[in-house]
């Protein structure tokens, strides 16, 4: 089976980075995806891993290694608006898409 | 291009009911999965359709089920309703296998 392991709650203070971490356990995997979601929002995609390295989109970055069956989200200059929850998810096979239980970041002043 | 639509946001109803969720999927795409999210649990898969076709199963009861319609919308339902069905529906759509886009969910409450 599948199976992939995240913090349960980070808390950072604003203008700080933080890091959330992700283990997975899959065969045939593709992929690493993470997913941002608001207190009573609906998920909302913010990178994908399909190769070893780090990814970078503005404030947020995403990294994978294939071979530790790891990757991580990195938040730079946090902002009270980045208080969400984050959950790492992975694309194996032809398998659905399985998604972590999610980290719940808060950003305290 | 207009997201992920479902209906109803809000359903309210009692044990042994059953339910009929809808999702409109972002024009294009032709699949559609659905999620199950509770407090705690993240986001439990329920399936997923392609082209009118139930490509992937979670591992939930057969008392859900759904179907995929040939213009891509979705229903999913939910018979002989139980306590524990109180949940976030979300559906999500994609074009590839890569980004799902998510609609606002529907909150189920079962009484």
């Known amino acids: 089976g599948q199976s992939l392991e995240q913090p349960s709650e980070v808390t950072a203070v604003e203008g700080a980075i933080v890091q959330i971490n992700c283990t997975y356990q899959?065969?045939?995997?593709?992929?690493l995806s993470w997913y941002q979601q608001h207190d009573g929002g609906a998920p909302t995609f913010l990178s994908y891993?399909?190769?070893?390295g780090l990814e970078e989109t503005g404030r947020f970055s995403s990294f994978l290694s294939r071979s530790d069956s790891y990757g991580y989200l990195l938040l730079q200059e946090l902002q009270m608006k980045d208080s969400a929850s984050y959950f790492c998810?992975?694309?194996?096979?032809?398998?659905?898409?399985?998604f972590g239980k999610g980290t719940r970041l808060s950003v305290i002043a | 291009k207009a997201g992920v639509t479902q209906t109803p946001r809000y359903l309210i109803k009692t044990r042994g009911q059953q339910v009929t969720l809808s999702c409109s999927p972002i024009?294009?795409?032709?699949?559609v999965s659905w999620y199950q999210q509770t407090p705690g649990q993240g986001l439990q898969f329920l399936f997923e359709?392609?082209?009118?076709?139930?490509?992937n199963k979670g591992n939930f009861p057969g008392r859900f089920s759904g179907r995929q319609f040939s213009n891509s919308r979705s229903e999913m339902n939910v018979s002989t309703l139980e306590l524990g069905d109180s949940a976030l529906y979300l559906c999500?759509?994609?074009?590839?296998?890569?980004?799902?886009?998510f609609g606002p969910g529907t909150r189920l409450t079962v009484l």
């Open positions: 999500a759509s994609s074009a590839s296998t890569d980004t799902q886009y």
């Open positions: 899959t065969s045939g995997f593709y992929g």
């Open positions: 891993n399909g190769l070893d």
């Open positions: 998810a992975v694309k194996s096979g032809n398998t659905p898409l399985v």
């Open positions: 024009s294009g795409h032709r699949s």
């Open positions: 359709y392609f082209s009118e076709t139930q490509r």
